[in-house]
């Protein structure tokens, strides 16, 4: 982690380091497999996979900020959100991420980058017209320690292979169906249980890589919480802007929520209504429930001191 005064998070940093050894492993293992079941694609499998990795890793700001249609801000576009940013920066000790903001009505916040120096943070206008200052100021202090903790990137490396497994397979098959095998006759008798192995392989990959993500994302989003409570000094403002941005989404139209959800593992918090954000093994944040918990129990300690 960084130094900054955003408090260290033992936990998460083992789980990131766990997560990233895991997730390095099964790359592997589906590359491995994809080769020795594609003989004659294995130039474009390696090629696919290292130059995807490669675009992943270093473009992941730019390609996350145009997926979510983010756009860089300046200052006097939007000071009052500059200035906050500033202020947050200094008080961590932090260099200052770009700030981006996202012309979307639905209220959310996230932060992209392989670093410090490359790190996006973005907010919506629909989170921007909802939320006090104070309000505002905790959210982007949550986005902002997950550049601190550097969680941002490994979010960004493990979800990659889901993307991956999807983008080999269809390369993979069609070239191994179509110019990977020696003997016509071969490839008319093998092409097809090549093609359901193929499959199966990927499945197993995206399916373990999922359940790997979910797993970071929801410890994450806890340990944002504390550090930005605990930085400001205002963990209220901070569970006032989660219970008022979950509940706002249940006024956004569903396919706007639609288009947003499969960002969700980046965002504050889940672009779903509050009767589907249900705490479970498949949800990329912990309940509403268990945050506003969490800070109850730093302010009760924060009362005391």
């Known amino acids: 982690m960084a130094r900054t ?55 992941s700001d730019k390609i ?37 903001v996202a012309q979307s009505d639905v209220p959310n916040a996230f932060a992209t980058g392989r670093n410090e120096k490359n790190a996006v943070v973005c907010v919506t206008t629909g989170l921007l ?5 104070e309000e505002l100021e905790g959210v982007l202090a949550h986005e902002l320690s997950h550049v601190a903790h550097k969680d941002v990137m490994v979010m960004t490396i493990a979800g990659f292979l889901g993307v991956l497994a999807g983008v080999i397979t269809r390369v993979g098959v069609q070239f191994g169906m179509f110019g990977g095998f020696d003997r016509r006759d071969n490839r008319d008798d093998n092409s097809g249980m090549i093609m359901l192995a193929v499959i199966a392989v990927s499945a197993v990959a995206y399916a373990i890589s999922f359940l790997l993500t979910r797993m970071l994302s929801r410890y994450r989003e806890l340990s944002a919480d504390r550090s930005a409570a605990e930085l400001t000094g205002r963990p209220s403002a901070l569970a006032s802007a989660l219970t008022k941005v979950t509940g706002q989404m249940a006024a956004i139209p569903t396919q706007d929520l639609r288009r947003a959800q499969p960002f969700n593992a980046f965002y504050f918090a889940p672009a779903l209504k509050p009767s589907e954000a249900i705490s479970n093994a498949f949800s990329t944040h912990p309940s509403l429930e268990k945050r506003l918990e969490q800070l109850g129990k730093i302010s009760a300690e924060l009362g005391r001191q």
């Open 5 to 59: 005064r955003f408090a260290p998070d033992r936990g998460l940093t083992n789980r990131m380091v766990l997560t990233m050894f895991l997730i390095g492993l099964l790359y592997v293992v589906f590359v491995g497999a994809l080769i020795v079941l594609l003989k004659g694609a294995w130039p474009i499998v390696v090629v696919v996979a290292a130059g995807l990795f490669i675009a992943q890793f270093w473009f």
């Open 64 to 100: 996350a900020a145009f997926s979510m249609g983010a756009r860089e801000v300046t200052p006097q576009e939007f000071p009052e959100l500059h200035g906050a940013v500033d202020r947050l920066c200094a008080l961590a000790d932090m260099q200052k991420p770009r700030v981006a």
């Open 129 to 133: 017209r909802r939320l006090e200052p």
